[in-house]
Structure formats: structure tokens, C-alpha cells
């Protein structure tokens, strides 16, 4: 009997030990698919396509199988425990405990990357592309533990919204055009590689960050295709335009990752894919090196399964930037270190009454009165936003070609919006499938710079007096929102967000609270959500991926 048993292990062991070698992409026939979604409530799911035609999957799977070699099935397995859905601090426990190491962490997420991704049942589309070098890096992070770990964000492998610059990986906003675009790091990217931190690849995006057709899908670009959400493929929303960091964190592709928000942006993938997202004040974190929509409301921030890890990676990123007049002169907090379970009680939370009448949001609401905060119900203030488009064509008409101008490799070929439009007309139906309009709107504006002025003017005096009415009149410590309901306010005042997983639909579709404070309060926020996160421990891992 025993004999036999360890006939059948060593048949297993063996069989496992070449499964990379054999993981590639073939192209399927997705018309049933395409004509099922012709069908969802939500227009945005209504798909013209969902694999790439213009990007070779198997050049990144042959990047993971070089890098991981023999690591098999059984290496995954008993690896599991140590890694799926555990928190930046459990890891590092593991590591220090010696039943883990980086070279082995790392190894496992690609692993499990070109193990999901390369199947038709379960691919995601979530990735773009892949650190050649990111098992080297965590060899050396094994090697040089013992004088260089400062911080909790060393050795974890990362994942960066594909608009952010990094080098030795092009950074292509999911667009054709920039399709060999190579530059020298982001700012954050060298925050996070002088932390030790080990970038994995870039995660796949709404072209352009959302801001290239109208009624398209969110998550899908030409480069990658259509990002899928993994609690239901095809059927539910992924949320735009950090849309590949937010499934990658929730299917356990890396430890964390980086998106970036412009009005919802990380919020809303965030509470689409049940994890957490922490949308930063304005100045928190660099723009220098991110593709641009607007350098007046864009910033980069964290994604990850947990408060504790948000926090973690937001400190890594943080930092003064010379060349971003928005930043601040701040280092990296360690504010998880003084997290509580009690942070709750006391605090002043207002509620919008009309959001109360969603069962699970006012279920959260119960909850949080039981957790001691106190609970006002507020009525919105109206708020006039019309001319947001134009507010956003004007930002993006110059700071686009700023960014080619400064910090891209193709700057040859395109140096203005006019030629990347007149590129993806060139071959419309793979290049822009969902066509241009948004960008054809950037070409067209005309908007003066004194009435630019104005109009940005008006959206921050009105989206501040939005939460600054209720906040001054309750004495509020933040508001509670639900998904990116109210991320437009946000971004306009400036405000931060964090997004935590509230619950699911009978359906299973997430839905996330969103706690909302004023500039430079990202700590008090992540206090709040430590606490409300522990008292609620509602999130659970997409089936398909646990």
C-alpha cells in the first residue's frame, strides 16, 4: 500500500516537473461568447472582442518558464499556504521563519500567472508583460536580506498599472502607438526598487486610462484585450481604468499592486473586485514618468487584498519629488504598526440617506453604529460638473505631449494627440475597435486658458463645499460612500478615498464602502478601515482562484 502510494507521488512529481514547458496560447473562437454578452444589462459589457490581436501572449509565457525552470505543481502546492491571500507581514513571517524565501515567492506568482493565464477557462487578461529579471532580483533580495531589509515592502513582488514608466518593460498605456515605448523608471518606481521591492510586470488597463472611446468597456485595450473579471468572466464589470491591477490583486498574481486614478479610477476596480484601493491626495504621491489624462487630478496609488498592505505600499511610494510641484516633503509613514480594532468608536461618519436604501450598505451601516461610531445621515449638496470633458481635453491636449516630449522613446512618431489619432485610424478595427471619440475630443477642443481657469476654479470650490458643508456642520471625521459613487467629488476637491470590499450582490458581483476624508488624511483613513476591515471580515477569494 505504501509502496503504492509513493508510486502514484512519484508519478505526479514527475509528470509536474516539465508543466511550464508545455503552458502556450493558442487563439479560440470567442464568437458564443461575444454574442452572450450582447446580452448584459450593463452596456459596458457588451463585448466586440476579447483577445488580443495585437500582442503574443506566449513571448510572456516564455519569459516565465525561463525564470522559474523546474518549479511544478508540487512546489506551487506546498507553497500555497504560505502566500494565497496572506498579508505583507504573514509573508515576511514565512520567510523569516525560513519556510519561504523571495526566490521562491517570486517564483510562485509567475507560476500561477502562466498557470490561469494560458488557460481558456480561466484567463484574465490581466497582464501585458513580464519582468525578465524579477527572479534574479529576488535572488539577490535572498542574498542581501540581512543588510537590506528596511521596510516590509522588500523582496514582495509588485505589479504596475502599464501606464506607469519602468524600465526594461515598454510602457504602453494598452495602446498600439506606444507599443515600444521604453523609458527610464517613475519616480515611484525607484521608491519601490531603493525599498527592495521586486517589480513583477505591468498590469493590463483601459486604454489610455479610460479616456480614448465613449460607452467602451472598461478594461479592455488593444494591447491586452479585454481584462475579465475573475468573480464572474464575461459577466460582471472589472471597473476602469486600473482595471488589470485590480484583478490581479484579487486573483493572487502578486502581492499588491500600483494603479492610478484620475476620478475613479482605483476605486472603482477596487470595489469591482472586491479588495482594497487607496485613492491619495494630491501631492501624497509622484506623477513624474505616469502617462497623463490630467496633471491636475491624476495621481498613483496602492491596491492590495488588505488595509495592512495598502498601507505598506503606500509608504513605499510616497516621497518628495522635485520634478512634481505637487508633492510634499513626507516619507513613508509606518502607520500600520499602531493600527486598532477600536479606531471605530467615537468617529463621526456621515451617510448619504439615498444610498441607504442599497440593503447592504445599510446592513454596513448597522454594523459600524455597533463598532461605536456615530452615524448622521446627510442629504448631497448639488454640484454643477458640466464641462468636465472639456476640463479634461484641455489638461490632456498639453500634458500628453509633454509626457512624449520628456519621457518617451517613440516622441518621433507622435508628439501631439493629432498623430496618435491619425495612427489608430490607419487600422481602425485593431487599433480602435471601440473607436476614438474621446480623443478625437481632445483634437477638437478650443477651450481658452482663461476659461480653462475658470472652469477648474469652479469644479474645486463646488466639489469642496460638497463635503465640506456636511463635514463643518457634523463636525464629520469622514464620509461613507458606496464603489466610485462619489469619486468625481473626490477628485475635484482633492479629497483621498479608500475602498474596502462591503459585500457581494445575490449574484455575487462585489461592492465596496468607500471612506472619504479631507487632503492629507490618508492615515486617519486607513485607521478607520483597518478597523472596520477586521470587524467586517467580508471578503472572500474569487472561486476560480483560491
Not at 525578465?132 to 513582488?157: F, W
Not at 439615498?354 to 448622521?376: F, H, V
Not at 477648474?456 to 458643508?469: G, N, Q, T, V, W
Request: hydrophobic share 35%; aromatic share 10%; net charge neutral.
Amino acid at each position: 500500500m505504501k509502496y503504492s502510494y509513493l508510486l502514484v507521488v512519484f508519478a505526479f512529481l514527475s509528470c509536474s516537473k516539465n508543466i511550464t514547458s508545455n503552458k502556450t496560447w493558442t487563439p479560440y473562437d470567442e464568437t458564443s461568447q461575444i454574442e452572450s454578452s450582447a446580452n448584459n444589462k450593463n452596456e459596458r459589457m457588451r463585448f466586440k472582442l476579447i483577445q488580443s490581436k495585437n500582442l503574443d501572449k506566449n513571448e510572456m509565457f516564455k519569459s516565465i518558464a525561463s525564470q522559474i525552470g523546474n518549479f511544478n505543481e508540487a512546489d506551487y502546492i506546498q507553497l500555497l499556504p504560505y502566500i494565497l491571500d496572506k498579508d505583507i507581514l504573514s509573508i515576511q513571517k514565512s520567510i523569516d521563519e525560513k519556510k519561504l524565501n523571495y526566490e521562491k515567492l517570486t517564483k510562485w506568482y509567475l507560476y500561477r500567472i502562466l498557470k490561469f493565464e494560458s488557460n481558456q477557462e480561466t484567463f484574465l487578461n490581466a497582464i501585458l508583460s513580464i519582468n525578465n529579471n524579477a527572479v534574479q532580483e529576488a535572488k539577490l533580495c535572498d542574498k542581501r536580506r540581512a543588510q537590506s531589509k528596511l521596510h516590509p515592502i522588500y523582496g514582495m513582488p509588485i505589479l504596475l498599472k502599464d501606464n506607469i514608466n519602468t524600465n526594461g518593460m515598454p510602457t504602453t498605456a494598452g495602446a498600439v502607438a506606444l507599443k515600444d515605448n521604453n523609458t527610464n523608471d517613475a519616480f515611484i518606481v525607484d521608491q519601490l526598487k531603493a525599498k527592495g521591492a521586486i517589480i513583477l510586470g505591468k498590469a493590463n488597463l483601459s486604454e489610455w486610462a479610460y479616456f480614448l472611446c465613449t460607452n467602451c468597456p472598461s478594461g479592455y485595450s488593444a494591447l491586452g484585450g479585454q481584462t475579465l473579471n475573475p468573480y464572474g468572466r464575461t459577466i460582471f464589470d472589472t471597473g476602469g481604468s486600473s482595471s488589470g491591477s485590480g484583478v490581479s490583486v484579487a486573483a493572487n498574481y502578486a502581492v499588491a499592486a500600483v494603479g492610478s486614478e484620475t476620478s475613479g479610477s482605483i476605486i472603482s476596480p477596487s470595489s469591482q473586485n472586491s479588495i482594497v484601493g487607496l485613492k491619495p491626495t494630491i501631492g501624497k504621491v509622484s506623477r513624474t514618468g505616469i502617462i497623463p489624462i490630467s496633471s491636475t487630478l491624476d495621481t498613483a496609488g496602492p491596491m492590495a487584498k488588505n488595509v495592512t498592505d495598502t498601507a505598506i505600499l503606500l509608504s513605499a511610494i510616497m516621497g518628495y519629488d522635485k520634478d512634481d510641484a505637487t508633492t510634499i516633503h513626507s516619507e513613508g509613514n509606518t502607520v500600520w504598526t499602531n493600527f486598532s480594532e477600536n479606531e471605530l468608536k467615537g468617529k463621526r461618519l456621515g451617510v448619504f440617506k439615498a444610498y441607504l436604501s442599497n440593503p447592504i450598505y445599510q446592513k454596513t451601516i448597522d454594523k459600524l453604529k455597533l463598532q461605536g461610531a456615530e452615524i448622521i445621515e446627510i442629504e448631497p449638496q448639488n454640484v454643477n460638473f458640466n464641462g468636465f470633458v472639456t476640463f479634461l481635453n484641455a489638461d490632456m491636449k498639453v500634458d500628453l505631449p509633454q509626457y512624449l516630449k520628456s519621457y518617451s522613446s517613440v516622441y518621433d512618431a507622435f508628439k501631439t494627440v493629432d498623430d496618435i489619432v491619425a495612427f489608430n485610424k490607419q487600422e481602425a478595427a485593431l487599433r480602435i475597435p471601440y473607436g476614438q471619440a474621446l480623443f478625437e475630443g481632445i483634437v477638437a477642443e478650443t477651450i481658452s486658458a482663461d476659461d480653462f481657469e475658470k472652469l477648474k476654479m469652479r469644479f474645486l470650490d463646488e466639489a469642496i463645499s460638497f463635503f465640506e458643508i456636511p463635514m463643518k456642520t457634523h463636525q464629520l471625521d469622514a464620509i461613507v460612500s458606496i464603489n466610485n459613487y462619489n469619486s468625481g467629488h473626490a477628485a475635484m476637491a482633492k479629497y483621498p478615498c479608500l475602498g474596502i470590499p462591503m459585500g457581494y450582490s445575490e449574484a455575487g458581483e462585489p461592492i465596496g464602502i468607500t471612506f472619504i476624508a479631507r487632503p492629507f488624511e490618508e492615515e486617519k483613513l486607513l485607521q478607520i478601515g483597518y478597523a472596520f476591515e477586521k470587524s467586517n471580515p467580508v471578503r472572500i477569494s474569487p472561486k476560480k482562484y483560491n
